[in-house]
């Protein structure tokens, strides 16, 4: 079971959730489902805390976003405790009204706030019609996605981060290195929930928080994406002058977050470190 944090005490927190895919799962012998419940119990234990949550996505039926809607439907929270962020390229290509109806399916458990390109807020409505209208300029959308992750990074109080692409994703780098970045550069607490690989793994080994040598490379895993490559490498130059993750846990707790694949784990040692962060 999960260390819970009184009721309430979270009451002034939003903790941004970094997730997605990760290509580690399987070889790991996990599958989606063990992910999907980790991402449960991290959001089960903010929200009975009553804190709220942030996430930056997309609004895809088989996305993060309709999962998290699932599980905020589970508690008696109706005030709204998850902010989905869309970047430019992502509440474009919705038409209007599809975006619309998915304002009410989140209702009173979400609400979802669209960005420009340089991450303020937007009437999704400016300066288009119903139809939707792609971006497909692979620059436009990268500035979108680094305009979305500053933006995400200001209105939260923490970030945990989970999976994690390294290959086929859209942005500068890939997703959750950036958001390990300009987290760490605005010196908000950071949660590497490193059990199950991904990038999130790789933030681990590139900051020092532990070798990671539980997680066997792959021997056929493709060439490493040059993207990805100057990712670590900055993670690298961070890891010498910074002074730790300052989210509330040790180092020997940050290890045990970093290897862990139990949800309960997970979600306890989040806990943990934000519980000691409002104590001091």
Request: charge should be neutral; glycine fraction near 10%.
């Amino acid at each position: 079971m999960a260390e819970i944090l009184p009721s309430g005490a979270l009451s002034d927190l939003r903790i941004g959730i970094s997730v997605s895919e990760t290509p580690d799962l399987y070889r790991l012998g996990l599958q989606e489902t063990h992910f999907r419940l980790a991402l449960a119990e991290i959001a089960r234990s903010v929200l009975v805390s009553g804190g709220s949550l942030a996430y930056g996505g997309h609004l895809s039926p088989e996305g993060y976003t309709v999962f998290l809607l699932q599980e905020l439907q589970k508690y008696s929270r109706r005030d709204q405790p998850l902010m989905v962020c869309l970047a430019w390229q992502e509440h474009r290509k919705l038409s209007l009204s599809e975006l619309q109806t998915r304002r009410k399916d989140l209702g009173l458990f979400g609400r979802i706030v669209c960005l420009d390109l340089t991450g303020k807020e937007t009437d999704a409505a400016t300066g288009r019609g119903e139809n939707p209208e792609a971006v497909e300029d692979a620059s436009t959308r990268r500035e979108g996605l680094t305009a979305l992750r500053r933006y995400m990074t200001s209105q939260t109080n923490g970030r945990v981060l989970i999976g994690g692409k390294r290959h086929g994703f859209q942005g500068e780098l890939p997703g959750l290195m950036e958001e390990a970045l300009i987290a760490i550069e605005a010196a908000q607490p950071v949660y590497l929930a490193g059990g199950f690989g991904g990038v999130t793994a790789d933030i681990v080994e590139a900051l020092g928080v532990d070798n990671n040598a539980w997680l066997a490379r792959r021997t056929d895993a493709p060439l490493d994406d040059p993207r990805w490559i100057t990712g670590r490498d900055k993670l690298r130059a961070i890891s010498l002058t910074w002074k730790g993750l300052s989210n509330g846990l040790s180092d020997e707790e940050n290890r045990r977050l970093a290897a862990t694949h139990r949800p309960s784990d997970i979600a306890a040692l989040v806990s943990m470190g934000l519980g000691r962060l409002l104590k001091q």
